[in-house]
C-alpha cells in the first residue's frame, strides 16, 4: 500500500470547529522544533505541504490533511486517512493565556477525538530521556482506547553515530528511527501505520 496523494483540508483551534470524523486520523505530536512538519513533508512526499518554521512553537492550530492510499484490491484500489498536524509543546514564546487555552484544546483532541487511531509521538534521538517526553508518553498510555496504538518516532538520527544510534535502538526496541535529511524510517513508519489502519 502505498501513500499518493496529500492535500491540506483545514485548520482548527478545538474539536469544535474540526472536520467531521469520518475516516481514521493519525496525531503528529512532539516538542517544538523536533522536525514534524519536515517528517510529514517526508512522508507525503510534498517538500511544502506542512510549513515549517525557525521558531519553535510558531504553529499553534491543529492542522488536517487528507492522505490518499493506493491498495492492490482492484475492486477497492484507494483507502483514505488524515494526518493532524498538533502545536508543539514546550518552547512556545506565547501569552500565558493562550497556551493555557492551546494545552486545553490540544488535550480535548487526544482524548476525545473519536476517530483517532494513531499516536505519533516525535522525539529528537539526541534528547531520548526529556522529563517532558516522558509526561507526554505516560500521559498517551493513560488515554489510550484499545483501538489505538502509540509509536514512538525518533528524528535527526543521522545527527548519531552508530554507537549511539545502537544504543537508542537497544534501548527502544518498538520505535522508528528516522532521518528526515536521509530519508531513513519513512516508509517503516509508514507501514506500521498502515499496517493499524487497515491491517496487511
Given amino acids: 500500500m502505498n501513500l499518493i496523494d496529500a492535500t491540506f483540508i483545514q485548520s482548527a483551534q478545538s474539536l469544535i470547529d474540526s472536520p467531521a470524523p469520518?475516516?481514521?486520523e493519525i496525531a503528529f505530536l512532539g516538542r517544538s522544533n523536533v522536525g514534524k512538519s519536515s517528517l510529514l513533508n517526508s512522508l507525503t512526499n510534498k517538500k511544502s505541504l506542512a510549513k515549517s518554521s525557525s521558531t519553535p512553537g510558531k504553529t499553534q492550530l491543529i492542522n488536517y490533511f487528507e492522505i490518499k492510499f493506493k491498495t492492490q484490491d482492484e475492486e477497492n484500489p484507494y483507502r483514505y486517512a488524515r494526518f493532524v498536524d498538533l502545536p508543539g509543546f514546550g518552547y512556545a514564546k506565547v501569552a500565558k493565556s493562550l497556551k493555557e487555552a492551546w494545552s486545553k484544546n490540544l488535550t480535548s483532541y487526544l482524548e476525545k477525538r473519536a476517530n483517532l487511531q494513531v499516536f505519533i509521538h516525535l522525539i529528537d534521538?539526541?534528547?531520548?530521556?526529556l522529563e517532558i517526553d516522558k509526561n507526554v508518553d505516560d500521559f498517551l498510555k493513560t488515554i489510550k482506547?484499545?483501538?489505538q496504538i502509540i509509536i514512538n518516532a525518533f528524528t535527526k538520527v543521522?545527527?548519531?553515530?552508530?554507537s549511539e544510534l545502537?544504543?537508542?535502538r537497544n534501548k527502544y526496541p518498538d520505535g522508528i528511527f528516522i532521518s528526515n535529511l536521509k530519508k531513513r524510517g519513512i516508509s517503516d513508519l509508514q507501514n506500521k501505520i498502515t499496517e493499524h489502519l487497515f491491517g496487511n
Wanted: proline share 5%; net charge positive.
Fill in 145 to 147: 482506547r484499545g483501538d
Fill in 22 to 24: 469520518s475516516v481514521a
Fill in 125 to 129: 534521538s539526541r534528547h531520548p530521556d
Fill in 166 to 168: 545502537s544504543k537508542l
Fill in 158 to 162: 543521522d545527527k548519531l553515530n552508530s
